[in-house]
């Protein structure tokens, strides 16, 4: 037998000739190789960024929850109080004990109904923010039925499953926001037409989903890796939000008030007292159904809520109040360049007001930003003289004149 030198890996075995790095401890040594091979493992047995953590002490309060979004969500208090309540009570569903004697709880998935730029995602992204749960964020536009181009209604947990790193039991109670739920209304009150393969077909798809069931998910997406082994997911305890702008559905709201009117109450509205400017506030499942939903995914998205458009005033508050406001988040850029960068008041204004004109809510507030900052970004980087820009109402109007009005006005 062969007796190895000093000079070699404890755990492998390589000679110090055959390896880059030999590190010496106190009665070992170990190479190169074997601590990569460490560091690998420990990775994989050391992912704690999604621990499951006991739902019925950890998870805040619906005020709590409220204030918290507060801090990043300007206005929409309807909706944060709705949202708020329907997680609560979510996660008291999770943390309940599975006994046959005991009521069971159905699940709460949300619907929230508003133009673009109001908010939707935002207030779902920071939901799974504070409660440190995988989420994902799935677009409803490019589902189909099972077998026709486009994506299968399983790529949606893919997405889930990633953001969780694959840890299935993280996934399992995670959070799904479905976007432009609106998409996939039905195309035609007579279903037996033409076969509604993104419409319908993908409704009925859905179904099992937000009730719940064991799922068989492709970990790559299931139509490019086709020899892939599938991942089982119980979508029982994941929590469904669906957002859309649902464009056209005040005018079904507009037409059951007003024929409601007419020998009976809508829940105690007086024609006089209909707000005409935000109809949404009086939307029911009725109007979903009506819009070209089917009555299985209504049944299954039980809470439904609203958000206003934004007026001048909360646009405002949006540039300036939340913890990641815009003006913030230029103010910091700038600031990592060694310039200060600050707002005028007038120039706020103009902010808003083109966003407003175009009617891009407050996801325009950042291209209307970019257009003004484009040039400063470009060029003081460059000057080791300047240390400040303050933007006044003629310098934001002058820049965003320059960079992109048309085609911004050619965009809406």
Do not use: W
């Not at 690998?40 to 006991?54: A, G, L, M």
């Not at 208090?77 to 159905?106: F, M, P, S, T």
């Not at 460059?382 to 109402?393: A, E, M």
């Amino acid at each position: 037998m062969v007796k190895k030198t000093q000079e070699h890996c404890s755990f492998c075995g390589r000679e110090k000739a055959d390896t880059t790095i030999l590190v010496s401890g106190i009665e070992a040594q170990i190479c190169n190789f074997c601590i990569e091979q460490a560091k690998i493992i420990v990775e994989e047995e050391s992912n704690h960024d999604f621990e499951t953590p006991d739902y019925a002490t950890s998870v805040l309060k619906p005020s709590e929850i409220k204030a918290f979004l507060d801090t990043y969500v300007i206005g929409q208090e309807e909706a944060k109080r709705v949202l708020a309540v329907a997680v609560y009570n979510h996660y008291k569903r999770i943390a309940q004990k599975q006994d046959e004697n005991e009521v069971e709880i159905e699940k709460s998935n949300i619907v929230l109904v508003g133009e673009t730029g109001t908010g939707k995602t935002l207030l779902a992204r920071t939901i799974a923010r504070m409660l440190h749960v995988p989420f994902a964020i799935a677009d409803a536009t490019v589902l189909t039925e099972a077998g026709y181009v486009g994506e299968d209604v399983e790529s949606i947990l893919t997405r889930l499953l990633q953001a969780a790193d694959y840890n299935v039991a993280a996934a399992e109670k995670g959070i799904i926001f479905i976007d432009e739920l609106d998409k996939i209304a039905r195309k035609s009150d007579n279903p037996s037409i033409t076969r509604d393969v993104s419409g319908e077909g993908v409704q009925q798809a859905l179904l099992k989903l937000l009730e719940g069931t064991e799922v068989n998910v492709p970990p790559q997406g299931g139509r490019k890796h086709p020899e892939q082994k599938m991942i089982s997911v119980n979508t029982k305890n994941i929590l469904f939000i669906a957002g859309g702008a649902f464009q056209g559905i005040d005018k079904i709201i507009a037409t059951r008030v007003r024929t409601n009117m007419v020998g009976y109450s809508f829940a105690g509205v007086k024609d006089d007292n209909v707000d005409k400017e935000h109809l949404l506030q009086y939307i029911s499942p009725s109007d979903l159904k009506k819009y070209g939903l089917i009555p299985e995914i209504v049944g299954r998205l039980p809470v439904l809520t609203y958000l206003n458009p934004l007026d001048r005033k909360a646009l405002k508050r949006i540039l300036t109040e939340p913890r990641n406001a815009l003006t913030k988040q230029f103010i910091k850029l700038f600031d990592m360049d060694g310039i200060e960068l600050s707002f005028e008041n007038k120039a706020l204004d103009f902010i808003v007001e083109k966003s407003i004109e175009f009617k891009l809510g407050a996801r325009g507030l950042r291209s209307i930003i970019e257009a003004i900052l484009i040039d400063a970004m470009f060029e003081l980087p460059s000057k080791k003289r300047v240390k400040s820009l303050i933007i006044t109402h003629d310098y934001a109007q002058t820049k965003f004149g320059k960079a992109s009005l048309s085609k911004l006005k050619a965009a809406v």
